[in-house]
């Protein structure tokens, strides 16, 4: 039996995903017409596998980075304390099948990265934490597997 919790995440039978997907998590409206649409993306299958830290840290600062290149409607990228995948937080957005190509774009440009942006001690709070290879792994990994990232549920076996 699992306890009813304020957050979305919590609410996910982690034994029904199959990842990696991306998955749409939930829309806030805000009172003006904006609406904030937050994204899983789940490059590890949960309680199965997760992303080494360092790994996970440099992907990050590449993907926030370079998304911003393919839509101004990022709010954020953050991942996720399991290390299985990230938030990707975008605003007034809806088109599924359009994040879909920003992602696959922007795992594309960390394949073309030559360096981990802001990985100095002035602008990360942990800079001896990264791996530019780690991070195209995967990226390399997740954009395999380009085809699964609708499909988010394990199929009936």
């Known amino acids: 039996m699992t306890d009813q919790t304020n957050v979305e995440s919590f609410q996910l039978d982690h034994t029904k995903v199959s990842a990696p997907y991306v998955r749409l998590a939930g829309i806030k409206k805000g009172q003006h ?3 904030v649409y937050k994204y899983d993306v789940r ?12 790994d ?5 600062h590449l ?5 911003r290149n393919h839509t ?5 990228f953050s991942p996720m304390g399991c290390q299985t995948g990230f938030y990707l937080t975008v605003i007034n957005h809806q088109d599924y099948n359009d994040v879909l190509r920003i992602l696959e774009r922007t795992l594309e440009d ?5 360096a981990v942006p802001a990985c100095n001690v002035v602008q990360c ?10 991070a195209k792994a995967l990226a390399s990994g997740m954009l395999e597997r380009r085809a699964e990232w609708p499909q988010v549920w394990k199929q009936a076996e």
């Open 33 to 35: 017409g904006d609406e």
């Open 43 to 54: 490059f590890c299958q949960p309680n199965e596998e997760h992303m080494e830290m360092p």
């Open 56 to 60: 996970l840290h440099s992907l990050e």
């Open 63 to 67: 993907i926030a980075e370079h998304i």
């Open 72 to 76: 101004d409607q990022v709010v954020d």
């Open 110 to 114: 960390v394949l073309q990265a030559e």
């Open 125 to 134: 709070g942990w800079a001896a934490s990264h791996s530019l290879s780690g």
